[in-house]
């Protein structure tokens, strides 16, 4: 088994230190495990001692054993052909920028696999659903886009939850509400924004539990949180892409809803019964035998009401 393979063993129990570890090696695969122990205790922010730990419930005599076996991973694979096919063929065809683009936007999904421990998504899981403050929410440029997404899947399963939304200084008040019984879920991805990064070191003074979405390169925030996923960013255009980190949120809903609780599904039951007795949306409004086109039921009564007086001054 690839050592890769063994760090995402979904049977680890990882400590909040061992799993600092297990993300810098997963993110800078495999070169952060060739230097020393040390080296690798400092550059995760825990004691050499840990390391040691961690490489042995990974299964290995010490840290020389588990080096030696990713070397031989290493130089493995670099004699591998595989490497050769790996390199993007060119097109000559007009849509190749699509197909490109596409292409890569696949590759970076399917590295976003490999770059957080299963285990980061249990424990933000459980952070978001068993606190028994708040849910806040926040976001970047774009990121906070993905945040106002999360906001809404949350909504669907818990009581307060709040999406920040932009950055203001009537937003910073916020924090004033925040403390330890309460979660801050923070979409960071570079450049990293000045304001992002003060509200999160902020909510942290503040003993306010921090969940991360952030890139490879990790968000100064990763130092502040309890909980980082990462996600690829780099596709065949200038732009980042986010669509690893909107699967990874989804991917963590998707957890969420798996372990639901009776009073979850409760809550889930009256919002559906409340959007359908609002005719909400389409098919609701069908079978409620009201309009057959989408709008408020305000500007449809209205609607029928003008046509139906057309109709007295005709006759």
Do not use: C
Not at 193 to 216: M, N, S
């Amino acid at each position: 088994m690839a050592i890769r393979d063994v760090l995402m063993r979904q049977d680890l129990a990882l400590t909040p230190s061992e799993e600092k570890i297990v993300r810098l090696l997963l993110t800078d695969y495999p070169t952060s495990g060739l230097g020393t122990a040390s080296a690798l205790a400092r550059r995760a922010g825990v004691s050499d001692p840990t390391v040691v730990r961690l490489v042995v419930k990974l299964g290995y005599e010490g840290f020389p054993d588990f080096q030696a076996k990713l070397l031989a991973e290493v130089e493995a694979r670099l004699h591998s052909p595989l490497l050769m096919m790996e390199a993007k063929r060119p097109s000559g065809a007009e849509d190749s920028a699509i197909l490109a683009y596409l292409g890569s936007v696949g590759e970076a999904l399917a590295k976003s696999v490999s770059l957080t421990p299963l285990q980061s998504y249990d424990r933000a899981a459980r952070l978001l659903m068993e606190t028994k403050g708040e849910v806040a929410l926040l976001g970047g440029r774009f990121s906070r886009h993905v945040a106002s997404m999360f906001a809404g899947y949350l909504l669907q399963f818990r009581p307060g939850v709040r999406d920040i939304g932009t950055l203001s200084a009537q937003a910073f008040d916020t924090l004033a509400d925040l403390g330890r019984r309460d979660v801050l879920v923070v979409f960071d991805y570079r450049r990293y924004q000045f304001d992002v990064i003060e509200y999160a070191r902020q909510a942290a003074a503040r003993d306010v539990h921090i969940v991360l979405f952030t890139d490879q390169w990790l968000s100064p925030i990763a130092d502040l949180a309890e909980v980082t996923i990462v996600s690829p960013l780099e596709v065949a255009s200038p732009y980042d892409t986010l669509a690893p980190a909107i699967a990874q949120m989804e991917a963590l809903v998707a957890h969420i809803i798996s372990t639901l609780s009776e009073a979850a599904h409760e809550r889930i039951e009256r919002l559906e019964e409340i959007r359908h007795a609002n005719a909400v949306t389409l098919d609701s409004a069908e079978e409620n035998g009201a309009r057959s086109t989408p709008g408020p039921k305000t500007t449809q009564a209205k609607s029928t009401q003008a046509k139906s007086a057309n109709q007295d001054q005709k006759a």
